[in-house]
């Protein structure tokens, strides 16, 4: 089955709008297969591990089924832990931007019953909660389940091993049998179909299809790291290995359009591929990246399904992807035609455990790596450029150059000296510092001063405009400037506070796009 827009998924235009906001252009295969069957008012065994967008595919048809004429509750969705019952919550809150007439409540152990209590009794349609708190207000009186026309069971199989067996089955009971009921699961051991069996009606079993990972020749390595130092880190990658072909992975249009703006504005030949653009534009730009002219495509999963080219060295999952099968498509982009390649991902605090369930499917492992340093980069830059030396000396057709060293020779300057001086013109910069991923990027800024430019986007400025004129009038470095926020007639940048002096002076009198500017430091709130 293809996957498909969610607008051919009968949800309200609201929810379409707000899906889009988030940035997803076609729905998940479990939400493809599920959203239509829940519609049809049909219990549901859905299969599905996490990761897979589950929550969207039993969240979104629930709410557009509540009746917001009526403030009575009307869903009840059980969780086995109060992570996940926080995090539905706030998935829900986004899908809920453009439906303010619905209210969506959390009730976990840890909070305070009183202050749900307060909440209950203003009017809540859904509640997200775990077994044990749940049926604590079913005792209280304070959960009232006789108006529950749907109940959702999402992670049964991790409820059933926690033992909340006995209270998922009073809850269960307590709720009218003209209910739809729709449970969610990773695997379906024997209790699960007992569980299915006794309480559900005629289920429309639901199971995506999994596909076999079969990329032998890609080494996959993961990087924990802090989601402001993304840039940086994949800069870094970029400079270590110089690939010449590299496709980088984000979940959402908006984050293809900044990464790329980012790239370029520290010098990389980079574009975006993503659902907004024509196919005319998505043409020209795969031309760009197959003839090499561009060297680095930043894509969604949907775009990429576009990419057929055989040499791409390297893969880079700048966001994680929704679905553990995306990750399979995403590295099977990289390591063809027998060739080796290299897939990295960025992991962002408890996606972690989104990377186990992504490991688990694959049967692969990914190694936790650390992001290199500059000398890593410097060396690994020198030696390259060396065997390039080599080779050029190897081909010979020298007797040209050879006449200009002689020359400069002449000029009592040793070979040596001239050696010397072209490598540090081709590989050192020395006012690029080192960062130390575990520490500095966390605390940088306390060593940033922030700086106001007087032009923004109303001129048409963007980031690589700002970094590139900072880069050429000042002599510094483009890559040391940090976070650019343009606003419609002015921008913010943050730069390392030892540049700050050179950057006021060198860009004073100067022009950004062909407008005069002004930069001083920011005032202080």
């Not at 557009?64 to 969705?77: P, S, T, W």
Request: proline fraction near 3%; aromatic fraction near 6%; charge should be neutral.
């Amino acid at each position: 089955m293809t996957n498909l827009k969610f607008e051919q998924l009968q949800l309200s235009k609201e929810l379409i709008r707000a899906v889009k906001d988030m940035g997803f252009e076609e729905a998940t295969p479990i939400q493809s297969k599920a959203i239509s069957k829940i519609f049809e008012g049909k219990d549901i065994i859905g299969q599905s591990q996490t990761g897979t967008g589950k929550t969207a595919a039993f969240g979104l048809p629930c709410i557009d089924m509540i009746d917001v004429n009526n403030k009575k509750l009307q869903a009840v969705i059980l969780s086995p832990t109060r992570e996940l019952a926080i995090q539905i919550c706030e998935e829900f809150r986004k899908f809920l931007k453009y439906k303010e007439d619905i209210k969506v409540l959390p009730v976990y152990g840890g909070q305070p019953i009183e202050r749900q209590i307060g909440a209950l009794k203003k009017g809540v349609q859904i509640v997200v909660g775990t077994p044990g708190r749940v049926m604590d207000h079913m005792n209280r009186r304070t959960l009232k389940m006789e108006t529950v026309k749907m109940v959702i069971l999402d992670e049964a199989d991790e409820m059933l091993d926690m033992g909340f067996r006995e209270d998922i089955e009073t809850i269960l009971d307590k709720i009218p049998e003209d209910r739809q009921t729709v449970l969610f699961s990773a695997t379906m051991a024997p209790e699960i179909m007992e569980l299915t069996d006794k309480y559900l009606v005629r289920p429309e079993v639901i199971k995506v299809a999994r596909k076999e990972l079969t990329v032998p020749n890609i080494e996959q390595t993961y990087f924990e790291i802090k989601e402001k130092t993304k840039v940086e880190a994949t800069s870094r990658l970029i400079d270590m290995y110089s690939p010449e072909l590299v496709v980088i992975f984000c979940n959402t249009k908006k984050r293809v359009d900044e990464l790329v703006e980012h790239l370029q504005g520290r010098g990389y030949f980079a574009e975006g591929l993503h659902g907004d653009l024509k196919q005319i534009q998505r043409d020209i730009v795969m031309k760009k990246f197959r003839n090499r002219t561009i060297e680095i495509l930043v894509a969604t999963d949907v775009a990429a399904r576009g990419i057929d080219v055989d040499d791409v060295d390297m893969v880079i999952n700048y966001d994680l992807p929704q679905d553990e099968e995306y990750y399979v498509h995403r590295i099977g982009r990289t390591g063809r035609a027998g060739r080796s390649g290299r897939a990295f991902s960025f992991v962002v605090g408890r996606e972690i455990y989104k990377l186990r369930d992504i490991m688990k499917y694959t049967k692969a492992k990914v190694k936790l790596g650390k992001l290199p340093s500059l000398t890593d980069i410097e060396e690994a830059k020198t030696n390259n450029f060396v065997e390039k030396v080599k080779k050029v000396i190897e081909e010979g057709r020298l007797n040209k150059y050879i006449n200009i060293v002689e020359s400069i020779i002449s000029e009592d300057i040793s070979a040596v000296d001239i050696s010397a001086a072209l490598l540090k013109m081709n590989l050192y910069d020395e006012n690029t510092e080192d960062i130390d991923f575990e520490d500095d990027l966390e605390d940088n800024n306390e060593k940033l001063v922030r700086l106001f430019i007087n032009v923004g986007s109303k001129k048409r400025v963007r980031a690589k405009d700002i970094v590139g004129a900072i880069a050429g009038e000042c002599g510094i470095p483009g890559k040391a400037i940090g976070d650019i926020d343009i606003y419609e007639d002015y921008t913010f940048l943050d730069v390392p506070k030892k540049y700050v002096k050179d950057i006021l002076k060198g860009m004073k009198g100067k022009k950004i796009k062909k407008v005069s500017v002004k930069v001083e430091r920011a005032k202080k709130r």
